[in-house]
C-alpha cells in the first residue's frame, strides 16, 4: 500500500489546519464552558466545502477520496473534539442517504446537508437498546399513507439541533432484527419533541438529546431503504462511522501531543527544560509509538472503504486502538503538564475529557471486541 498523500490530500490538510486555527481553536473552550453548540462553525465547515468532501458532484460534493474526511476530522479533533464528534455524526446520515436513498430523497436532503444548512444525525439508541442495537422497541405502524412513530431515542448525537434525522424503529416485532426499518424524520414533524438534554463529562459543544415520538406521522417515501432492511443499514451507517469516531480519537491523541511537546520545551525545572529529562522523553516515545500505530490503522480503513472493500474488522480495530490512544495520550499529557494541566487555563483537561466518550460511542470497546472476535473467529 502506498502511504504517500496526493497532491489533493495535502492540500486538504493544510486548508483544514488554517480553518481550524482561524474559525475553531478560538472558541474552542469557550463553546465547551457554556456548552454551546457551534452551529456557525458547521455553517463555515459547509461553505468551506469541508462537508462535501467524498459526495458526488451532483448533490453539492467535490467528489474526493475518504482518506480527505478522515484528514479533517483528524484536525479539527486536535483542537476541539466536540466540533469533530458532531461533524463526523453530520457525515452518517449523509451516507446512509447517497447508499439507500432514493433520487428524491437523495435531491431533497443531500445538498442541503453537504452545504451545512442543515444539520444531520442518526437514532438508534434506546434506554434499552444501546450495545443491543437489536432490541429497538421505537415502533412504526403503517396507516394509511403514512408510518406512525411512537417511542424513545436516548444518546442521540446533535439531537435537538439537527433538522435531519435517519431514525430506526420496528415495523414488525415478529421478525426480530428484519423487522427494524430505516426512517427519515424532519425536525419540525408533528409528534416528534426533543426530550432531555444531556450534561455531559465531555464534548460538552456537542448536542446529545432524548427524541421522543408520539404518534409521529411520516409519509410512506420517507423510508429509507426497503421495510425490515433497517437493521443492516444501521450496521452499514456504524461501520463507516466508526471510522469517523477513530479519527476524532487520533486527533485528540495527536492534539495532546502536540500540546505537551510545547509546553515541555517551554517549561524549565532544575535548571534545564523537561524536554531534556528522560522519564518524560520516554513517556513521549510511548505517546508516539501508540498514535502513530493508530494512524495508520485509521488510514487503513479508510483506504478499505474508499476501495469499497469490506472494512467491517479494520473500522473495529481501528476505532478500539485509536480511542485507547486517544485516552493513554491524554491522562499522560495531563500528568506531565503537572497542575497546569488539572487547570482549565489550558486545553488538556478538556482533551481527556473528550477523550473518554471516544471508547463509548458508535459501540463501546468491548463492542468492538465482539465485532473483532466475530471477524477473525468466522
Known amino acids: 500500500m502506498n502511504f504517500d498523500f496526493t497532491n489533493e490530500q495535502k492540500m486538504i490538510r493544510q486548508s483544514i489546519k488554517q480553518f481550524v486555527e482561524n474559525e475553531i481553536e478560538p472558541i474552542a473552550e469557550e ?3 457554556n456548552h454551546r453548540f457551534p452551529r456557525e462553525t ?22 474526493g477520496d ?4 478522515t484528514i479533517v476530522l483528524e484536525e479539527i479533533a486536535k483542537k476541539c473534539g466536540a466540533t469533530a464528534g458532531i461533524v463526523s455524526v453530520h457525515y452518517l446520515p449523509i451516507n446512509l442517504l447517497l447508499k439507500y436513498g432514493t433520487k428524491e430523497q437523495k435531491e431533497k436532503y443531500i445538498p442541503k446537508l453537504v452545504t451545512g444548512e442543515h444539520i444531520g444525525a442518526f437514532a438508534l439508541t434506546e434506554p434499552n437498546a444501546g450495545s443491543d442495537a437489536s432490541n429497538v422497541q421505537t415502533t412504526a405502524v403503517l396507516d394509511g399513507d403514512d408510518y406512525v412513530l411512537n417511542g424513545t431515542k436516548c444518546f442521540i448525537t446533535n439531537g435537538g439541533e439537527a433538522d435531519t434525522y435517519i431514525i430506526l424503529a420496528m415495523t414488525d416485532k415478529s421478525k426480530g432484527t428484519k423487522g427494524i426499518t430505516a426512517f427519515i424524520v424532519e425536525k419540525d414533524t408533528p409528534g416528534f419533541s426533543i426530550g432531555k438534554i444531556e450534561d455531559k463529562l465531555g464534548i460538552c459543544a ?6 421522543i415520538f408520539e404518534n409521529c406521522r411520516i409519509p410512506k417515501e420517507n423510508m429509507l431503504g426497503k421495510e425490515g432492511k433497517g437493521f443492516k443499514i444501521a450496521m452499514v451507517g456504524l461501520d463507516g462511522g466508526r471510522v469517523g469516531m477513530a479519527a476524532q480519537a487520533l486527533g485528540l491523541a495527536k492534539g495532546a501531543f502536540e500540546e505537551t511537546v510545547k509546553y515541555l520545551k ?20 510511548e505517546m508516539h509509538s501508540k498514535i502513530e500505530s493508530a494512524r495508520w490503522l485509521v488510514y487503513h480503513a479508510s483506504y478499505l472503504k474508499q476501495s469499497g472493500k469490506p472494512f467491517t474488522k479494520e473500522a473495529a480495530t481501528a476505532k478500539l486502538v485509536a480511542s485507547e490512544t486517544a485516552m493513554f495520550v491524554t491522562h499522560k499529557a495531563v500528568q506531565m503538564h503537572g497542575g497546569y494541566g488539572f487547570m482549565k487555563d489550558y486545553p488538556l483537561e478538556r482533551m481527556m475529557r473528550d477523550a473518554k466518550i471516544t471508547e463509548i460511542y458508535e459501540g463501546t470497546s468491548e463492542i ?3 465485532v473483532i472476535a466475530s471477524q477473525i473467529t468466522r
Open 266 to 285: 517551554e517549561r524549565n525545572q532544575f535548571g534545564k527544560p523537561l524536554i531534556k529529562f528522560q522519564g518524560l522523553q520516554w513517556y513521549l516515545v
Open 31 to 33: 463553546i465547551d464552558r
Open 206 to 211: 456537542s448536542s446529545t438529546s432524548e427524541l
Open 42 to 63: 458547521i455553517k463555515k465547515l459547509g461553505e468551506y466545502g469541508f462537508l462535501a468532501l467524498t459526495f458526488p458532484k451532483e448533490y453539492g460534493g467535490a467528489e
Open 368 to 370: 468492538m471486541k465482539i
Open 66 to 69: 475518504e482518506l480527505c474526511k
